[in-house]
């Protein structure tokens, strides 16, 4: 069955850290990606997606994801977080062309001032 | 620029009660709308998603049902609430120029009681 993997449910970094969030998917030659952030009690806001070219994709608020095809990841990453980053984050993946869009089950992160 | 209402935003409501919530787009036409109901720790499930009015496919078989009146309008109903309804309601949308990105609402959180 297609599926996306978000392999941590938690993760917590201090405040100016770095931050990898991981997320691997299982199917798809071409894939289309995007990563979402939810804070608590709200809607999800699109950071960042990839549907072709460069592998390295930028996003807002300072975050970017590497799409790399031999180990079907898309990771998000950001080289200092701030206490505002606080909040769930959902990797999503469209298989091919003509399929619905699919997300993970979240990761909550965790800010340590 | 597009943007996405729902309403009400939160709704606490009796078992066996029935339920309306919705959700109204602005700044685009025909429009792919989508429900998804979202449970603690248990990720985003798709409800429902219309690709135009009147055409409305389910995921999956439940107590709940969705229509589309207008291009921009989506509603989401019961006729009887049961326990296991209660959780957070997203609506989002995507248009044929946008890929497959998809945009959501600001959310409405329903109790059964």
């Known amino acids: 069955a297609q599926s996306v993997t978000q392999p941590d449910i938690h993760i917590t970094v201090s405040e100016g850290a770095s931050l990898e969030l991981r997320c691997n998917y299982s199917?798809?030659?071409?894939?289309?990606l995007f990563w979402y952030v939810q804070s608590p009690g709200q809607g999800l806001q699109l950071l960042l997606k990839?549907?072709?070219?460069?592998?390295l994709v930028q996003g807002i608020k300072g975050f970017e994801a590497e799409f790399k095809r031999s180990q079907s990841s898309f990771n998000l990453r950001k080289p200092s977080v701030h206490w505002s980053d606080a909040a769930e984050y959902f990797c999503?993946?469209?298989?091919?062309?003509?399929?619905?869009?699919?997300f993970g089950k979240g990761t909550r992160l965790h800010i340590l001032p | 620029s597009q943007t996405i209402h729902q309403w009400p935003a939160t709704l606490v409501q009796p078992v066996g009660s029935p339920l309306s919530l919705e959700c109204t787009v602005e700044g685009t036409s025909n429009p792919n709308l989508y429900w998804y109901r979202q449970a603690a720790g248990r990720g985003l499930q798709l409800l429902f998603y219309s690709v135009g009015i009147g055409q409305i496919s389910s995921e999956v078989p439940q107590n709940l049902s969705a229509s589309r009146p207008q291009d921009r309008q989506f509603i989401l109903s019961s006729k009887k609430l049961l326990l296991s309804d209660s959780g957070f309601y997203l609506c989002a949308w995507s248009g044929w120029d946008r890929g497959h990105e998809q945009y959501f609402g600001p959310g409405t959180r329903l109790t059964v009681t």
């Open positions: 990839y549907f072709s070219g460069d592998t």
């Open positions: 199917y798809g030659a071409t894939p289309y």
């Open positions: 999503a993946v469209v298989p091919n062309r003509d399929d619905k869009i699919i």
